[in-house]
Each structure stands twice: as structure tokens, then as C-alpha cells.
């Protein structure tokens, strides 16, 4: 063996060992300094974070300015899970992340898609965990400016938007160019075999396809280059790096084979400009329909924001003045006028008027306000006037802690890690490595000419392991499995959803306005003297006509649905909390409570055993009394959506552990959940719990889907594993979920959860498909047939088998467009009694009376 050979050999083995060492050898931490009893440390986010390890001490404050010098989507925001801190980082700008770490330990940071990821070691030789922060100059103002150090939410979410414009219009340029550039060598290479009959000479000549396909590498291919090399650079390896490798190598190859052919042997000459082409087309065009998809990532924060009252009417040195809501202050008097949004949070100190919290609560009934109660800001004061007191301004109010819920569970909702990314992180070194040595091998005993047979070996290991088919595995799928669910009326925001989806175990579906129709109706009237049912829904009705309670919206519908004819109702007199007074064609009729009726000397024995059974259906009941005689209850409930028994019947046939979320209390939860057969129950759960609730349920070890229509369930459905929103509901759930069901109907739940798992089955395959070519054909190119059969895979081959692989992967998603979505079938609920479980701190178990 010559020293020539040996020294090439010599120099494998090291490039192979030093290839190990640079992916996967420990990496050194960068200790934070300490500065006036302040940590402080500088990253550098740019394809990656710069130092990627950074070391600080326990218990004393930490400043880690983030310093970005790039622009996309990706790293525009960066979240350390276990502190529950989460930060915008503008394009080109400097951000400062401050928190204190209570506890030892080595904890991941990342970006907001989970592709670049950083380590922060906390060690234990600083405070105890606890323990109150080292004094000094900056430590007070540190402790204050812990996670509200932040922007104003509106200001984050315009400079995002901002910049996914940006993105989107500069992916849809380089698409365009790409696909323009590579048409005609696609053209020319697919119809070669019939001829130049078919197609022009000068587009199969290497020059031109040269020309048209070096700006598709260098310009619409150059995000990927950028960071594959950086992710490279960082000595990690993603999707990026794979296809820049790929692309590279057949683009260096071609370009070799193009200037300097008579260097080849003339079977070894053929050019791969069309995969480079197709290939960086293809993947931006993938990246463009990402984007678009999180375009409407903010207008949840931007909706929450459209809510928030602009002005408010304070009492000052006696007077009314209306200032802006900004300027109230705690403790304040406003007086609110019929018809007006209430500022802020507040307690009322005179007047009584039903206030609509839907918009908030979700409940579609207003509830009725008296001196003492508490009413929130961005509610809408419907009949009478209040006169309250600030109690809860700013940043403290409900609705701006629903903003910052919604902001930062987006945000630091952990993206899945997809199977392609935890393979490529291996598969790029191990594929270089085998290059390496195919090259030295083939050097050492390949036949001659040594070198040129050693680098076309090389090169067709880099050719077939190009990432196309791996990179088009998922993709293509989701692109099917999203088409399907569009057209199935399921809109699905993001691949993440999609292939979440398929792991849920549990849902969790809010009451009003998911399984009801969010909408009070007339359900029942019973009589119990001698009026007829008709007869006394036709006073009872008369009676509420003058009315604006929503309750009495719902009987006098109810009465008109049913054929009534509503007469005038004279002498009406309304008793605020209580019901109202009236005289119809004669009689005189009072509808409402128990106690109206009983001051008014009526006998309520009967009417109240009534009341208790309807109550306990999960009504509300109305008592009727005529000319002074007890005459019949009604009752007025929010009912069950046609085909939610079905849905949740089909969604206990998947597998699932159906609940049921209201802020209901326990009895009527329990009615609700018997009917449709929910064996879980969250009852009496406020609107700011319900995100808790859910992180209840994940601690449990479940994977959690949430379904609701109302602000309130914002939060949830951005905590939750996946959110899916129902498209009848407000904008802001929609927004904030990352599932929307057009319809409205619980049937889409079942369907975008079948799709899901049918939508996982094709990528599984897909990935199988893509790798088995490399499993098989990474070695022939390599050259382990020669020495037996002297078979030996040529670069044009490698090429052919690549594109197969391609095609099979295609092909194989395209079969997920017959799926098919099944109706859903008749369905009993369950006979099980539910468990309720209140929204108490201890979550206090309720077995719910009969």
C-alpha cells in the first residue's frame, strides 16, 4: 500500500471521528456574569442560539438579552417551558428575557416551532431555592419586571404580523421563480425518451439547464442553504440540512459533469439540474402554506383587544367625565348607562340591571346584577343603569389576564418533534460518513481511475440520500389531510394540530354553545289548575311580551313556534328580580318566582314541587298564577344540539374519555351530561379556571382536546393539546384554536379526529417509503455489491432510485384523498350516572341527586 493510499485512509478515519465528536461531543456552557446582583448573558439567535448552553446560578436574578439577526417565523419568539416564560424577539433587535431560577437543574429553552433549542444549567451554588434575590441596585426593578417586562400585547402582535407579510410575499416571490425556471428542465428531462420531436434540443443542452436552474439554487433555495449550514453550524442537523446537502451535491455534481465533463468517465456524465429544481421548489412551496396557516396566529390577541371598553363615565368632585380606560384608577365611581360596555372590573354600589357576559362567560342568559356583585370589564350592561366601583384596572382585569392566558399558551404550547427531524439528526452524519468512506475505500481499491471512480461513488451516496422523499413525507400528507378536512368543513390551522390530534385521549367539551345550542327555549309547561296547557301559555306569554329578560324572550318565541296568537297585556308592572305583573283579557297574571307569588297570597305547595323537578332537569322554572290561583309552571333550558349524543357516543367508540366543562353548578351539570351520556363532569368552574382545569387533567398524563365557542375558552383551547373551536362561536375562540369546526356541529370533532389518525397512518408509510430507498440503495452506491457481482450504483441510478422514492411517497399520499367521512350513527346516550367534579381547589366529588 503506497503512502499516498495510506494517508488517505489515515485521513478518513479522522474526518469520520471528527465528524462524531462535532455532533455529538458534550458542548461547553457559557457562564452568565454577574453585575450588581444581576445575571446577565448575551444570545446570539441566527439559524441557532449562540452559545447554545448557557450556565447561571440559583436563586439570583437573570437578564438573557436575546440579540436576533434574522427574520422568519421560526425564532421570533423563544420559551423556557418550565419557568412559563415566553418572549416575542423582534427581527434585527435586541430583547432582554428577565426571570429569577428557584431551582437547580438543566431546563430547555426554545423557539416557538421547537426547531433550534438552547440548554440553561442552573446550579446550585447560588441562593436557595426561595429564597429573596441578592440586593442591589437593579434587583428591586428586576423582581418587578420578571414576565411583564414584555411589550404591550397589541404592539407584540402588529410587529409579528408585520413580519409574517414580509415572509409570506418574499416565499411567494422565490415559489413563483422556481417553478417558472424549473418547468422547462422538468419538461425537457421527462419527454427526452420520446425524442426531440417532443421537445427542444436546446433545452437538453447542460449549459442552459445550467443557467435556469443556478438561480433556483442560489436564490430560491438560499433559506434552506441558510439554515441547513447555520443548523450545521451549530453542530446540530435538521430538515434544512439534509435537503441543502442533497441539493448541493447533485448541484456540484451536475456543475462538475457541465465545465469539466472530459474529467468523467462518459457513463458517469449525466446532470441532475431538474432534481435540484423540483426539490427547493417543492419544499418552499411547503414552507409558503405553512406560513399562510400561521398568518392568523394574533387575532385571537387582537379580538381579545377589540373587546376592551375605549372610554369610561367617572364620577369626579361630583361630576361626570369621561375619560379614556386607561385612566381609570382603583376605587373610582363609574356610572354605566343601558347599552354600554363595562370598563373595567368593579363591584356594584347601586342599581340592579342584567348584564350580558357571554362575550366572557360564554353563558348566553344575562345575569342580574345587585349592589354588592361584581361585574367585569368588556361586559355589556343591557337594562338598567349601574353605579360601580373600580375594584380591578389594567393589567388586572379579567379580560387583560384572558389576553396574557391566550398570548402564552400559543406561545409556549411544546410543537410535536417530528419523526423526519429526530432521524435526520443522525442520519446526516451517518450518511457523511459513509461518503467519506466510500471515497477513501474506493480510492484505496477501487479500479482505476481511482480518484474519479472514488468521487462518483461519493457523490452517489450524498445523491440517494438526498432528503426529497423524507422532506415531502409529511407535508404531502398534512396537504391531503388538511384538503380533506376543509372539505369536510373542518379547518385545521397548523400540521402540528393535525398530527397531534391523533394522540388525544381525552376531550373536553364546554357546555353552552358546544353541546347545547347556547340559546335559552321554551321546553315544558305544566299546568295545575283548570286552564288548559294553551290557555295559560298564552297569558304566561302575553304577560313577558313587554319584557326584555331573555327568559321571557324564550316563552313568548316559544308561544309564537307553537301557533299562538299573543294578546295585549295592560296594567304591566316589572319587579326587578322577582318577574312581573300584568293583566290579560281580563285576568291577572303573575309570572315568576315562588316569593312573588307568595306575597301575592298564592298557595306555592304544588308549584314549588314542580319547580324543584324542573330545576333538577337542569331548567329554569317560571311559576304562573291566575286571578290570585296557582296555575302551572313553565320552563326555559338551553337544549342539546340535535347530534350531540351521537357525536359523543362516536367519540367513546374511539377511545376517548369524554368531560364536560361549565360553570354550571353540580345538579344541573349532572341532568346535562345524563342526557347525552357524558360520564365526567367539571362543574361550577370560572371563567379564568378553565385553562386550569385542563392543565389538571395534562398532569393527570392525558393528552387533552378542548372544544368550545366562547371567549372564556380562549385560554383552554390554547392550553389544551389541540383546541378545536366551534365555527358558530366567537371569532376570538376560532382564532385561538387550533382547530375550527365550520359547521358548529360535535360531528366534526369525531371526523377531524379519525382524519387525524388516518392522516399519521399515511405519513408512517410515507417515512417507511422514503428511508427503505436510502436503507437499500445508500449501500449499493457505496459499492458493497462490487466485490460480488461487480454491481456498483452510478450517480444517474441513485438519481432514478431517489426520484422513485419520491414518487412512492406521492403516490402513497394521494391515497389518503379516498378517505372517506362516515356519517355519524344513531346513537342511546349512556346509561352510567356521571361523576361531577366541582371547580373547587380540592375538586370535590358531587354524586348528583336523581
Not at 468512506?437 to 461519493?458: D, E, K, M
Not at 312581573?580 to 308549584?607: C, F, K, M, P, Y
Not at 398524563?701 to 373551536?725: C, S, T
Request: glycine share 8%; aromatic share 4%; charged share 20%.
Amino acid at each position: 500500500m503506497s503512502s499516498v493510499e495510506v494517508a488517505t485512509l489515515t485521513a478518513a478515519v479522522l474526518a469520520i471521528a471528527g465528524l462524531t465528536w462535532y455532533f455529538f461531543a458534550p458542548r461547553r456552557a457559557h457562564a452568565a456574569a454577574i453585575d450588581h446582583g444581576v445575571q446577565r448573558v448575551q444570545v446570539t439567535v441566527r439559524g441557532g442560539y449562540s452559545p447554545r448552553v448557557v450556565e447561571v446560578r440559583q436563586g439570583i436574578p437573570v437578564e438573557i438579552e436575546f440579540d436576533r439577526q434574522e427574520s422568519g417565523d421560526c425564532s421570533s419568539r423563544v420559551i423556557f417551558p418550565e419557568h412559563q416564560l415566553s418572549a416575542a424577539l423582534p427581527a434585527h433587535q435586541r430583547t432582554t428575557v428577565r426571570f429569577t431560577p428557584h431551582e437547580a437543574g438543566s431546563f430547555g429553552f426554545t423557539c416557538s416551532m421547537n426547531m433550534i433549542s438552547g440548554t440553561l444549567l442552573v446550579t446550585p451554588n447560588g441562593a436557595e431555592a426561595g429564597s429573596a434575590a441578592p440586593e442591589g441596585p437593579n434587583a428591586a426593578e428586576q423582581e418587578a419586571t420578571d414576565v411583564g417586562a414584555e411589550p404591550a400585547a397589541a404592539d407584540v402582535e402588529a410587529a409579528q404580523a408585520d413580519e409574517r407579510r414580509s415572509e409570506i410575499a418574499d416565499l411567494t416571490r422565490r415559489v413563483v421563480i422556481g417553478a417558472v425556471l424549473t418547468a422547462p428542465v422538468l419538461y425537457a428531462v421527462m419527454t427526452e425518451p420520446w425524442g426531440t420531436r417532443w421537445v427542444p434540443a436546446l433545452l437538453l443542452n447542460n449549459w442552459v439547464q445550467l443557467a435556469l436552474i443556478t438561480p433556483v439554487m442560489l436564490y430560491v433555495g438560499w433559506p434552506i442553504h441558510r439554515s441547513g449550514w447555520l443548523a450545521l453550524a451549530h453542530r446540530s442537523a435538521d430538515m434544512n440540512s439534509l435537503i441543502t446537502l442533497g441539493t448541493v451535491a447533485a448541484y456540484g455534481y451536475s456543475l462538475l459533469a457541465t465545465v469539466a465533463a472530459d474529467a468523467l468517465p462518459p457513463e458517469v456524465r449525466d446532470v441532475y439540474y431538474e432534481a435540484v429544481g423540483v426539490i427547493l421548489t417543492l419544499i418552499m412551496l411547503g414552507r409558503l402554506l405553512e406560513s399562510r396557516a400561521k398568518a392568523g396566529t394574533g387575532e385571537a390577541i387582537r379580538a381579545l383587544l377589540g373587546l376592551q371598553a375605549r372610554t369610561a363615565r367617572v364620577l369626579r368632585d361630583g361630576a361626570e367625565v369621561e375619560v379614556p380606560v386607561d385612566e381609570v384608577a382603583v376605587d373610582d365611581e363609574i356610572v354605566i348607562r343601558p347599552g354600554e360596555k363595562i370598563p373595567v372590573d368593579a363591584t356594584v354600589m347601586s342599581g340592579q340591571s342584567a348584564v350580558d357576559e357571554s362575550m366572557v362567560t360564554g353563558e348566553s342568559i344575562p345575569v342580574t346584577k345587585y349592589p354588592g356583585d361584581t361585574v367585569i370589564g368588556a361586559t355589556v350592561n343591557t337594562t338598567g343603569s349601574l353605579r360601580v366601583r373600580a375594584a380591578k384596572v389594567g393589567a388586572d382585569t379579567m379580560l387583560a389576564q384572558i389576553i396574557r392566558m391566550v398570548q402564552q399558551a400559543q406561545a409556549s404550547r411544546a410543537p410535536i418533534q417530528r419523526l423526519a427531524d429526530a432521524i435526520s439528526a443522525y442520519f446526516v452524519p451517518v450518511v457523511i460518513a459513509i461518503a467519506i468512506a466510500s471515497f477513501a475505500i474506493w480510492f484505496v481499491a477501487g479500479p482505476t481511475p481511482a480518484l474519479t471512480q472514488a468521487l462518483v461513488s461519493a457523490v452517489a451516496v450524498l445523491i440517494i440520500a438526498c432528503p426529497c422523499a423524507l422532506g415531502l413525507a409529511t407535508p404531502l400528507s398534512i396537504m391531503v389531510g388538511t384538503g380533506k378536512g376543509a372539505r369536510a368543513g373542518i379547518l385545521i390551522r397548523s400540521a402540528e394540530a393535525l398530527e397531534t390530534a391523533h394522540k388525544l385521549d381525552t376531550i373536553v367539551l364546554d357546555k353552552t354553545g358546544t353541546i347545547t345550542a347556547g340559546k335559552p327555549a321554551l321546553t315544558d309547561v305544566q299546568v295545575t289548575g283548570t286552564l288548559p296547557e294553551k290557555e295559560l301559555l298564552t297569558l304566561v306569554a302575553a304577560a313577558e311580551s313587554d319584557s326584555e329578560h331573555p327568559i321571557a324572550s324564550a316563552v313568548v318565541a316559544g308561544a309564537r313556534d307553537r301557533g299562538i296568537d299573543i294578546p295585549a297585556a295592560t296594567e304591566f308592572e316589572s319587579l326587578t328580580g322577582k318577574g312581573v305583573r300584568a293583566t290579560i283579557s281580563g285576568h291577572s297574571v303573575l309570572v315568576g318566582t315562588a316569593t312573588l307569588l307568595a306575597e301575592n297570597g298564592v298557595d306555592t305547595a304544588e308549584l314549588e314541587h314542580l319547580s324543584a323537578d324542573l330545576a333538577g332537569a337542569g331548567k329554569t322554572p317560571i311559576l304562573a298564577a291566575v286571578d290570585g290561583e296557582p296555575a302551572g309552571a313553565l320552563a326555559v333550558a338551553d337544549t342539546v344540539k340535535d347530534d350531540s349524543v351521537a357525536a359523543i357516543a362516536a367519540l367513546r367508540k374511539l377511545g376517548l374519555q369524554v368531560v364536560m366543562i361549565t360553570g354550571d353548578n353540580a345538579r344541573t351539570a349532572a341532568a346535562i351530561a345524563r342526557q347525552v351520556g357524558v360520564e365526567r363532569v367539571l362543574a361550577e368552574v370560572l371563567p379564568d379556571h378553565k385553562a386550569d382545569e385542563i392543565r389538571r387533567l395534562q398532569a393527570e398524563g392525558r393528552r387533552v382536546g378542548m372544544v368550545g365557542d366562547g371567549i372564556n375558552d380562549a385560554p383552554a383551547l390554547a392550553h389544551a393539546d389541540v383546541g378545536l373551536a366551534i365555527g358558530t362561536g366567537t371569532d376570538v375562540a376560532i382564532e385561538a384554536a387550533d382547530i375550527t369546526l365550520i359547521s358548529g356541529s360535535l360531528a366534526g370533532v369525531v371526523t377531524a379526529i379519525s382524519l387525524s389518525r388516518a392522516t399519521m397512518r399515511n405519513i408512517r408509510q410515507n417515512l417507511f417509503f422514503a428511508l427503505i430507498y436510502n436503507a437499500v440503495g445508500i449501500p449499493l452506491a457505496a459499492g458493497v455489491l462490487y466485490p460480488l457481482i461487480g454491481l456498483r450504483l452510478s450517480p444517474m441510478i441513485a438519481a432514478a432510485a431517489m426520484a422513485l422514492s419520491s414518487l412512492s411517497v406521492v403516490g402513497n399520499a394521494n391515497r389518503l384523498r379516498r378517505y372517506r367521512v362516515e356519517p355519524l350513527p344513531e346513537a342511546e346516550p349512556s346509561a352510567v350516572e356521571p361523576q361531577v367534579e366541582t371547580g373547587t381547589a380540592q375538586h370535590e366529588l358531587v354524586t348528583p341527586s336523581p
